[in-house]
């Protein structure tokens, strides 16, 4: 029986491919020349322990980035093996797909040890594929798989914010709303937090195409050189989007100027309008002795008429200057 912390164990060729293999099958294909993949919980306590005792082969420095909890895409050549550290497309559900999930990764010319701290739907495909008879033989072939699935997830990531930027493009020039501001500073957020890890995972896969080892021959140079091509371009996307979320930013912030600077304008008008009417009406308002017309019986409708005719000469001044009436 497997350890709970051993989620996915293959040989990859030999009389045990495509099974889910059991502890002693395991232990014998890691220890010799038949292509094996074992995927651990990083999370589990034991997994470490596991691997010092069984897997004494692996450098203590390699066996240490494994297990590290903070990580970053890169490679490292250790003899005749690789350690490859790549982040995914973080699909488990209630969770961020920019939160990317890190996949560490042992491989030499028979073996491949991959481990993560959270569920990998990149890795359950690969379970899922090896259990379905799929022909991955080698370990050259389990690596070009891996890395063609995780850039395939990232670019379709990439692709649902290029399609979320555009719909924000057309709310931006369609609506206003308190909310459309949160939603262009989350789309900002979401493009900063991945391109943090997809810029060095670009060039953790330039060095795997560059790595002189001897399972990675011409063809899997190409398809690795392939790949790298393909994450430069979701880089340079990414790029894009960063701009044009700062660019909706400043649309936003001109659209709310230009909505201030209206009703400042309004209240100015307003403001020009009634400042003489309510200095009259105050002027009138006064109890004191001499105030003109008290014992007047119209003096009221002259007055009314008066200020009436103040409001006609204001509204045609201020058509005249062009405040008013569309005249801009």
């Not at 074992?38 to 450098?59: E, F, K, N, R, S």
């Not at 709310?171 to 206003?176: D, G, M, N, P, Q």
């Not at 900002?188 to 991945?194: E, N, P, T, Y």
Request: with cysteine.
């Amino acid at each position: 029986m497997l350890p709970r912390f051993v989620k996915f164990a293959h040989a990859l060729s030999g009389p045990d491919e495509g099974d889910n293999l059991r502890e002693d099958a395991l232990l014998r294909v890691l220890q010799d020349e038949t292509p094996a993949w074992v995927h651990l919980d990083g999370t589990d306590p034991g997994a470490g322990d596991w691997i010092a005792q069984h897997l004494d082969y692996l450098d203590a420095q390699v066996i240490e980035a494994l297990l590290d909890v903070d990580t970053r895409p890169r490679v490292s050549i250790l003899g005749s093996g690789m350690l490859v550290i790549l982040r995914s497309v973080n699909m488990n559900e209630g969770e961020k797909p920019e939160d990317m999930i890190s996949i560490r990764m042992w491989i030499d010319a028979h073996r491949i040890i991959t481990i993560s701290r959270k569920n990998s739907h990149v890795i359950a495909d690969m379970d899922a594929t090896l259990r379905d008879g799929a022909a991955i033989e080698s370990v050259e072939e389990f690596l070009v798989w891996l890395v063609e699935a995780i850039t395939r997830f990232i670019a379709e990531f990439q692709k649902d914010l290029d399609l979320k930027a555009e719909n924000l493009e057309e709310r931006v020039i369609a609506e206003t709303s308190n909310r459309l501001g949160r939603d262009v500073v989350d789309l900002r957020l979401q493009v900063i937090a991945a391109r943090r890890f997809l810029v060095p995972q670009r060039a953790a896969l330039e060095a795997i195409s560059k790595a002189q080892l001897d399972f990675i021959d011409p063809i899997t140079r190409r398809e690795i050189e392939e790949e790298a091509l393909k994450m430069t371009r979701v880089v340079e996307d990414m790029e894009e989007l960063r701009e044009q979320a700062a660019v909706l930013r400043e649309e936003m912030s001109g659209h709310l100027s230009d909505r201030l600077n209206r009703n400042m304008f309004v209240l100015s008008i307003l403001s020009a309008i009634f400042l003489p009417l309510g200095f009259l009406t105050g002027l009138f308002g006064v109890n004191v002795g001499g105030m003109p017309g008290v014992g007047a019986e119209h003096a009221f409708l002259w007055l009314c008429v008066a200020m009436g005719g103040l409001f006609a000469m204001q509204l045609v001044l201020l058509w005249r200057l062009r405040w008013i009436g569309g005249g801009g």
